[in-house]
């Protein structure tokens, strides 16, 4: 049973448009939500940690939506740019938990 | 340079070799995990260290993988009896732990990670 969902697991924009992408999980007892960027062939690097306690957190282009609801979280990112092109993938980490649960992740690609 | 650095980037064996990666975590933090990625997919637990002692393994963990944090510092993993399925990048990460430092959110930060191919 997945435990985290990354839908779509690939997408292609054109320079300039809103990127959403859409991360899914099972367990609602989470203690915070972590996404991260990774470029091919490297380690990942944290873009924003929503802890459970919070609804969204913003960074420059990026702002991150968390629904434990729902189970529901979504990473935007606005007027994408070809420098945005990498796979994202979304963690949690439980309650009662140590280690981050990952999606299979986006990749995302954007069209000069 | 202050973040997760990891040693060696790249390794090539030979199946039956037996391989040691190193990680050298942000230096306040208590905390390191290290995880396993391969092609495709989100990376996957396999241990986790809260200062030296190993608190968490994962079932992915065979006993043909050890991993040792001895003084609470840089922790290495190693492979006996490398399988061809070993192969995968390698990821480590390290935070500081929850409540630690007053509001600390266990936010999780990785190095560069060490790709092993087997052969």
């Known amino acids: 049973k997945q435990e985290v969902t990354q839908i779509p697991a690939a997408l292609s924009v054109p320079e300039g448009e809103n990127l959403v992408l859409n991360c899914s999980f099972t367990?609602?007892?989470?203690?915070?939500l972590q996404w991260f960027r990774q470029d091919p062939g490297k380690g990942l690097t944290s873009l924003l940690l929503?802890?459970?306690?919070?609804r969204e957190q913003t960074s420059g282009r990026l702002n991150a939506s968390l629904d434990k609801s729902s189970g529901r979280s979504t990473l935007y990112i606005a007027a994408s740019q070809p420098g945005d092109s990498a796979t994202y993938l979304c963690?949690?980490?439980?309650?009662?938990?140590?280690?981050?649960?990952f999606g299979g992740g986006t990749r995302v690609l954007v069209k000069p | 340079d202050t973040g997760v650095s990891q040693d060696p980037r790249h390794k090539i064996t030979k199946r039956g070799q037996n391989v040691t990666f190193r990680c050298d975590p942000i230096?306040?933090?208590?905390?390191l995990y290290w995880y396993r990625q391969t092609l495709g997919q989100g990376p996957e637990f396999l241990t986790y260290?809260?200062?030296?002692?190993?608190?968490?393994k994962s079932r992915l963990l065979s006993d043909r993988f050890s991993a040792e944090r001895p003084k609470g510092s840089f922790s290495t993993l190693e492979i006996q009896r490398t399988e061809q399925g070993d192969s995968a990048m390698y990821l480590c990460?390290?935070?500081?732990?929850?409540?630690?430092?007053?509001?600390?959110?266990?936010?999780?930060?990785f190095g560069p990670g060490t790709r092993l191919t087997v052969l």
């Open positions: 963690a949690f980490l439980k309650a009662a938990g140590n280690k981050l649960t």
């Open positions: 367990d609602s007892a989470i203690y915070n």
């Open positions: 990460a390290s935070s500081q732990g929850r409540g630690s430092g007053g509001a600390s959110r266990n936010e999780q930060f």
């Open positions: 230096s306040e933090h208590n905390r």
């Open positions: 260290f809260q200062n030296e002692a190993q608190l968490e």
């Open positions: 929503i802890q459970s306690s919070q």
